[in-house]
């Protein structure tokens, strides 16, 4: 896997280290996707669609595909969750999913070089990736059951339009 592109770094750059035909829908997913972490196709194309104006769904998913492939977004899918995007891609992280809300983080692989990639038994596979979803309710949540506030509770994730 390979490292994750910089965020700032001119999408055009990306596409062609990447030897990816430059459009002008490809950019707006590189940059929407940059801008609006775990996001869905949906939300990608609107946001895109505010940068460049029309584009259509099959345009979307056919760029989102596309990038997956070439390695320049991640997909993921939180079990009862719609299919997310990405940009933060090739370092092993995992993902906080709060079970009330919705929110999704990321979170780093816990300690060391990548332990979850060691099974207990990999029946000869060449482990090379790990999808870890903790499940759980965000301190936004918990505090809202209590009635109490965190100073130093996180906003939810404001790309998922979660309260």
């Given at each position: 896997?390979?490292?994750?592109?910089?965020?700032?770094?001119?999408?055009?750059?990306?596409?062609?280290?990447?030897?990816?035909?430059?459009?002008?829908?490809?950019?707006?997913?590189?940059?929407?996707?940059?801008?609006?972490?775990?996001?869905?196709?949906?939300?990608?194309?609107?946001?895109?669609?505010?940068?460049?104006?029309?584009?259509?769904r099959q345009a979307v998913y056919d760029a989102?595909?596309?990038?997956?492939?070439?390695?320049?977004?991640?997909?993921?899918?939180?079990?009862?969750?719609?299919?997310?995007?990405?940009?933060?891609?090739?370092?092993?992280?995992?993902?906080?999913?709060?079970?009330?809300?919705?929110?999704?983080?990321?979170?780093?692989?816990?300690v060391g070089a990548a332990p979850c990639l060691?099974?207990?038994?990999?029946?000869?596979?060449?482990?090379?990736?790990?999808?870890?979803?903790?499940?759980?309710?965000?301190?936004?949540?918990?505090?809202?059951?209590?009635?109490?506030?965190?100073?130093?509770?996180?906003?939810?994730?404001?790309?998922?339009?979660?309260?």
């Amino acid at each position: 896997m390979s490292a994750s592109p910089d965020h700032q770094t001119d999408p055009t750059d990306v596409l062609r280290t990447r030897g990816v035909q430059v459009t002008a829908q490809r950019i707006g997913v590189l940059r929407a996707t940059g801008r609006l972490p775990h996001a869905t196709a949906d939300e990608i194309a609107a946001s895109v669609r505010t940068d460049i104006g029309a584009i259509s769904r099959q345009a979307v998913y056919d760029a989102l595909g596309l990038l997956v492939d070439k390695g320049l977004l991640r997909r993921i899918q939180p079990d009862g969750s719609p299919t997310l995007y990405e940009r933060r891609v090739g370092d092993n992280h995992h993902h906080l999913v709060c079970s009330e809300c919705g929110r999704i983080d990321d979170v780093d692989c816990a300690v060391g070089a990548a332990p979850c990639l060691d099974a207990a038994d990999d029946l000869g596979y060449r482990i090379e990736r790990a999808e870890v979803v903790y499940w759980g309710r965000c301190v936004t949540c918990r505090n809202a059951a209590t009635g109490t506030e965190t100073r130093d509770a996180k906003p939810p994730d404001a790309t998922r339009g979660e309260p």
